[in-house]
């Protein structure tokens, strides 16, 4: 059960006796994926902690535990006792939809391909400074992590893509990188065009609408009624 401080803005864990932890942890990132907390309580956490780079937005963001706060480790096998995760990553994109935290997620994405590198390591936790991945585990040495890879694959839908959330489709363009992206869901092909200054979203071969670059568009399942259009 976690507790609001506040002052602090932030949730904090309880004991066995109901007693507060005062240990600044990742959590509160959970809470929003589970659009836990209110707005006010999200925005006091995103401007306090989780965009303070002597916390929670180091160089490789999103560490299990402050960095500031005393019991961080930053210890290299897996044990949520510091480093970011990449579970952390993949469950941080619904948590920044959830209160509108649109223009964060590319810069998520960006320092997670950054991590990843050509390379493509793809481990269960990177160091916070370095963004060197941490290959050793209890078990020994560790890649090919499935939720690293999945988090790469939202973030690329995030960015360059078009994503089908439920009754809805999520269209994507940040100002990079010209291309293409398509989905192939329940007999239906989504697709979306990088040009220069435009992107243009199709269904089935069929243009449905072109949209500025550098935005994020939700509209229903057949691309016509514009339901939300957010800056990335």
């Not at 939720?147 to 960015?159: K, Q, T």
Request: glycine content about 6%; charged content about 25%.
């Amino acid at each position: 059960m976690a507790l609001w401080d506040g002052v602090s803005g932030a949730f904090f864990d309880r004991d066995k006796n109901h007693n507060k932890l005062p240990t600044l942890i990742h959590n509160n990132l959970r809470m929003m994926y589970w659009n836990s907390m209110t707005r006010e309580e999200a925005d006091r956490f995103v401007s306090m902690h989780l965009l303070n780079e002597k916390e929670f937005w180091t160089n490789m963001p999103l560490p299990s535990v402050s960095v500031s706060d005393p019991l961080y480790r930053n210890d290299t096998e897996n044990n949520w006792s510091g480093q970011p995760q990449a579970l952390t990553f993949q469950r941080a994109i619904d948590a920044m939809e959830n209160y509108g935290y649109y223009s964060l997620i590319p810069k998520l994405g960006r320092k997670l391909f950054e991590a990843i590198g050509d390379d493509c390591i793809f481990v269960q936790q990177y160091d916070p400074f370095t963004m060197k991945p941490s290959i050793h585990s209890v078990s020994g040495g560790q890649d090919a992590y499935g939720p690293a890879m999945l988090s790469v694959l939202e973030y690329v839908s995030r960015m360059y893509g078009v994503v089908v959330k439920r009754d809805k489709l999520i269209w994507s363009s940040i100002k990079e990188d010209e291309g293409f992206y398509e989905q192939h869901i329940n007999g239906h092909i989504y697709r979306i065009e990088q040009g220069q200054n435009k992107a243009y979203a199709f269904i089935d071969g069929k243009e449905a609408f072109s949209f500025d670059r550098g935005k994020r568009i939700e509209t229903d399942m057949e691309g016509k009624e514009h339901l939300k259009e957010n800056d990335l």
